[in-house]
């Protein structure tokens, strides 16, 4: 099933995607949050998807907006260098014996259509596609073994990074993370069986046409099982949370000669099975205090 919320951001509604059709299915569901995701909502729905006919639900125009295919998650945990080639385009640094993590603050989650906005004081506006996980039951030191339970299907996403604020203001990497609309989700949130292997999966980055980023899952450092069990040993997962599992090389910051991205650009991404994604890059109207 291919999950999608639609509408103006902050009003999106749920809905559904069948054999490329778009329906609202906000009469049979609230929203896509930790209340569905905890309480059966995926089952109910398919149930109940099941039992009517899907074609006499309400049609989503094409054109209208895709918000991100789940309500603001709890959590947005991510993978550094969880890619060996990635790791080496900075500096040649070795794979990092256990996963590197860091998070993302909530309020940077966006539509992955939606327009990037680059930060007024930006200088090294990057890009990052990488697979994402949703967590669908609360998780707490679950072994590697029993992890893939935990998984209620994935996403597209995209770390966007300040890389000078990142790297270059003291403190933790989350401050060139988390501006508003560096978290794009979607566009679809595919259930876990519509993916056979999380880990065959091809994803890629273009810039103004440029490929930038071509990558397989199969080439993580660190599996999905292996990543759910080692963060619930350090915090508990929880119905509606987010791991970003790390992005391959070709990212601007890699570069010998950086290209980072500036207003006018135009970003595209996909992953096999997930969808793709088109942002243009803008630049931020500065506020006066």
Not at 200 to 222: A, K
Not at 278 to 285: C, F, H
Request: net charge negative; aromatic share 8%; glycine share 10%.
């Amino acid at each position: 099933m291919k999950l999608i919320r639609f509408g103006a951001p902050g009003e999106e509604r749920p809905g559904v995607e069948v054999d490329g059709v778009r329906y609202d299915v906000s009469l049979l569901v609230d929203d896509y949050d930790a209340k569905f995701f905890s309480n059966g909502g995926f089952a109910n729905l398919r149930r109940a998807l099941d039992d009517g006919d899907v074609t006499k639900l309400a049609q989503v125009d094409a054109d209208v907006r895709l918000g991100p295919p789940v309500a603001r998650p709890g959590k947005l945990i991510c993978v550094g260098l969880n890619y060996l080639d990635h790791a080496k385009e900075f500096g040649n640094r070795p794979a990092p014996e256990e996963p590197v993590l860091f998070m993302k603050a909530t309020s940077a989650v966006c539509g992955a259509n939606d327009l990037l906005v680059r930060p007024p004081d930006a200088e090294k506006l990057d890009y990052e596609v990488e697979l994402a996980l949703l967590i669908g039951s609360v998780t707490k030191e679950v072994s590697e073994a029993d992890a893939m339970h935990s998984v209620a299907g994935y996403m597209m996403a995209n770390d966007v990074s300040e890389r000078a604020f990142q790297k270059e203001h003291c403190g933790q990497w989350m401050k060139g993370k988390s501006y508003d609309g560096f978290a794009p989700l979607g566009p679809y949130l595919v259930t876990r069986d519509e993916i056979d292997d999380p880990h065959r999966l091809g994803l890629w980055t273009d810039v103004n046409g440029e490929h930038r980023q071509s990558g397989n899952t199969r080439d993580m450092i660190f599996s999905v099982p292996f990543l759910i069990s080692y963060i619930s040993k350090f915090m508990t997962l929880e119905p509606g949370d987010v791991i970003l599992t790390g992005t391959p090389s070709g990212v601007a910051m890699g570069m010998d000669e950086p290209d980072y991205l500036t207003p006018g650009d135009v970003l595209e991404c996909g992953i096999d099975g997930l969808g793709s994604s088109r942002r243009e890059v803008v630049g931020a109207v500065r506020l006066e205090m």
